[in-house]
């Protein structure tokens, strides 16, 4: 079975530009979540859907927001890009959305800010 | 507020030696779960084990074993005759119950083996 993928692999951004990244959670997964991991750093949540519902969101600006589609992918949008947003971006996804069985992540997208 | 301390940044070890990465946790809640994630280079976080605060069993897994001790607020990591395929960045992490399944992450512990 597939794992998680996400897209694309790296992305090179300017500052203010916008950004879409997405996430194919493993099939039978209803919850998936987004993660950012700044270099040297361990993941900081950002979102949770589940059910095409946000369940969680973590300490970020509006500035980033994201949606579940009815196949529970996910998109994540981050509008008006600064210096500090470069980071391995990483989905996660789990059959359930809590903690009886654990998130398998992906590779992760890795964003760049010139 | 919750958090998680993994106090040693990096550990180089040779192949062989057996080596254990500390976690501290933080939290006011009595039910919680705690994680262990490998990440290698390649940037995937491979998920090691789960262990929830009525559990405090220790568990062993092939070379890989988990201390947890709820008086010291610890989830300590041990894996005995380390191997060179081994080497990655190892976190820790906290969950809280309250909906969802968010996941507070330490700063990691970079695991060097080498022959």
């Known amino acids: 079975d597939a794992g998680v993928t996400q897209s694309p692999t790296h992305l090179i951004k300017t500052r203010g530009q916008h950004v879409t990244l997405r996430c194919s959670p493993i099939s039978g997964h209803k919850s998936v979540s987004w993660y950012q991991q700044v270099l040297g750093q361990g993941p900081q949540f950002i979102f949770q859907?589940?059910?095409?519902?946000?369940?969680g969101r973590g300490n970020f600006p509006d500035r980033f927001s994201a949606r579940q589609f009815p196949n529970y992918s996910s998109e994540l949008n981050v509008n008006a890009l600064l210096l500090g947003d470069s980071a391995l971006y990483l989905c996660?996804?789990?059959?359930?959305?809590?903690?009886?069985?654990?998130?398998?992540f992906g590779d992760g997208t890795r964003l760049s800010i010139l | 507020a919750q958090k998680v301390t993994q106090a040693q940044t990096e550990i180089s070890v040779v192949e062989k030696e057996d080596v254990t990465l500390d976690c501290v946790y933080e939290?006011?809640?009595?039910?919680?779960?705690l994680f262990w994630y490998k990440q290698p280079p390649s940037g995937e976080l491979v998920f090691l084990i789960r262990r929830n605060s009525f559990d405090e069993q220790n568990e062993i897994s092939g070379r890989y074993s988990w201390n947890f001790q709820k008086s010291t607020s610890s989830f300590n990591f041990t894996i005995t005759a380390s191997q060179v395929v081994d080497s990655a960045v190892y976190f820790c992490?906290?969950?809280?119950?309250?909906?969802?399944?968010?996941?507070?992450f330490g700063t990691g512990t970079q695991l060097k083996v080498e022959l």
């Open positions: 859907y589940y059910e095409k519902e946000e369940r």
């Open positions: 992490a906290l969950g809280l119950t309250g909906g969802g399944n968010k996941l507070t």
């Open positions: 996660a996804s789990s059959p359930s959305g809590d903690y009886n069985q654990p998130q398998h």
């Open positions: 939290t006011r809640d009595t039910t919680y779960y």
